[in-house]
């Protein structure tokens, strides 16, 4: 089992900066790829961006291309996701997640944190 506890979230302004930071422990020696996803309130989750154990191998989705940055800290097992000119369509709560295996469902989550953008 891994465990992932993201932190960081926050209420910022249009324009603003925020760092996510997501911890990983247990088995995860396991984890192949981590990822961020985001649920808006009345939305179905979406994915923001991911990241190879490895700390290479990353995609993000064109909403954040440009604006958000996925990092891998390897002596921390955590995984960071700066986002910069944040804009109010970004509020939601963001997601932690892990998997096995690439290209697969995602195996484990985190619990969530609120990032709220006003205009």
């Known amino acids: 089992q891994v465990q992932l506890v993201e932190s960081g979230g926050g209420l910022v302004q249009a324009g603003g900066s925020l760092r996510l930071s997501c911890a990983a422990s247990?088995?995860?020696?396991?984890?192949?790829?981590m990822g961020w996803f985001r649920q808006a309130p009345g939305k179905e989750r979406e994915f923001v961006a991911r990241i190879g154990w490895s700390g290479s191998n990353t995609y993000y989705a064109d909403s954040v291309k440009g604006r958000f940055t996925i990092s891998r800290d390897n002596a921390k097992n955590t995984v960071h996701l700066q986002m910069n000119s944040l804009k109010p369509e970004d509020t939601a709560v963001y997601y932690c997640a892990a998997r096995d295996t690439p290209g697969l469902r995602y195996d484990y989550w985190g619990q969530g944190t609120q990032v709220t953008v006003s205009s």
């Open positions: 247990g088995s995860i020696f396991s984890i192949n790829t």
